[in-house]
């Protein structure tokens, strides 16, 4: 018996039996993990896979990443033919459980001399650094041309159009001051009651602005490792009550660097002649996240703490786990455009949507 077939037969049955919703089509397999959960979402059975692949398997590769990332979006939008009860297959779910364990042993052990306190992960991220030459960011607004601010968007498009998601998990596990504070910053990213303005769907402004296709998770099959598990890291963190602390950091950290980046990423898509839209995402995240920096530091990270003190180092950890995988992913991105290709996996077409539209 391989290690996901022991699945009762009567769990099998009613899972072929669920009618199927619409849904973004499911990513081409890349490996034996993102294989066996293909084939179990599309066949209604237990995923088949060997004893120790798992185990095997790069904790930072292609095909753990695809496979968490497949097992993670259930609890999103799911898939074109797949039944919304997949999202609780206890199958599926003790697949998740070891190749969670397997990515958070190796940021773990990547971190293992990271920050402890809130202070020391914090306190780098607070000060413009004098040097940019490192900054992705910087590099597209001095110099990035109109095909990498494509690229760069089409990667982004992973988050972005779930801009917000994975963070409301924590405010349930939250209380007080840190409760409302999260949902103050959620309610503005949300569009503050206006749909016109979610954030998700000024991205989408976006990518139709740089002849993208604005539909969810279209390119998929073109993100590469390094972006998924950025995308991985909010969503483990994000289903786990044990690690609210860290999905807290998370949260911080992306509030406290992203207005200084998001006023460079404004400036290069003006230069670029990107579009108002594109334009207009960026900008709109330079004063908004400015204040919600204050908001989170102060009060949601405060508040937690003030609750839960136990809970520092996990803040801590969530925040250089942050750091560790947007840097991994903007030196792959780096390396790639200075080699003079691609940082998709395919690229681009010319362009992905009606000019008209």
């Not at 402004?205 to 073109?222: K, N, S, T, V």
């Not at 200084?260 to 230069?271: E, F, I, T, V």
Request: aromatic share 6%; hydrophobic share 45%; charged share 25%.
């Amino acid at each position: 018996m391989t290690a996901g077939s022991h699945s009762n037969t009567a769990t099998a049955t009613a899972t072929k039996a669920a009618p199927a919703p619409a849904g973004p089509r499911l990513a081409e397999a890349r490996g034996e993990l993102s294989a066996a959960v293909v084939r179990a979402l599309v066949s209604g059975a237990p995923p088949d896979y060997a004893p120790g692949s798992v185990l095997r398997a790069d904790p930072w590769g292609e095909d753990l990443h695809l496979a968490l990332y497949l097992l993670y979006e259930l609890h999103y939008a799911g898939f074109d033919g797949v039944g919304d009860e997949r999202e609780w297959d206890p199958d599926l779910l003790r697949l998740r459980q070891d190749i969670e364990a397997r990515f958070l042993h190796a940021l773990r052990s990547e971190l293992a001399d990271g920050p402890r306190t809130v202070e020391d992960a914090f306190a780098p991220l607070l000060v413009e650094p004098v040097d940019l030459s490192g900054s992705l960011s910087h590099q597209l607004q001095t110099g990035g041309e109109l095909w990498q601010l494509r690229e760069y968007a089409a990667l982004r498009s992973l988050y972005h159009l779930k801009e917000a998601d994975p963070h409301a998990w924590v405010i349930p596990r939250l209380t007080g001051r840190a409760k409302a504070a999260m949902v103050a910053i959620e309610y503005d990213e949300f569009g503050a009651g206006r749909a016109d303005r979610i954030h998700a769907r000024l991205f989408a402004e976006l990518m139709a602005d740089l002849g993208l296709d604005p539909a969810y998770g279209r390119y998929l099959d073109q993100a590469p490792a390094p972006l998924l598990a950025t995308v991985n890291l909010m969503s483990l963190f994000g289903l786990h009550r044990a690690l609210r602390g860290a999905l807290v950091g998370h949260f911080a950290c992306v509030e406290v660097t992203s207005s200084p980046g998001s006023r460079r990423l404004a400036k290069a898509m003006r230069r670029c002649g990107a579009g108002p839209a594109a334009e207009h995402f960026y900008a709109e995240h330079v004063e908004a996240d400015a204040v919600h920096e204050q908001v989170v530091r102060h009060e949601v990270i405060g508040g937690l703490l003030a609750a839960e003190p136990d809970l520092e180092a996990d803040v801590a950890f969530g925040c250089a786990a942050t750091v560790l995988v947007e840097e991994r992913l903007a030196g792959h991105i780096r390396r790639a455009w200075n080699q003079g290709r691609s940082a998709l996996r395919t690229p681009l077409p010319a362009r992905d949507t009606d000019p008209d539209l």
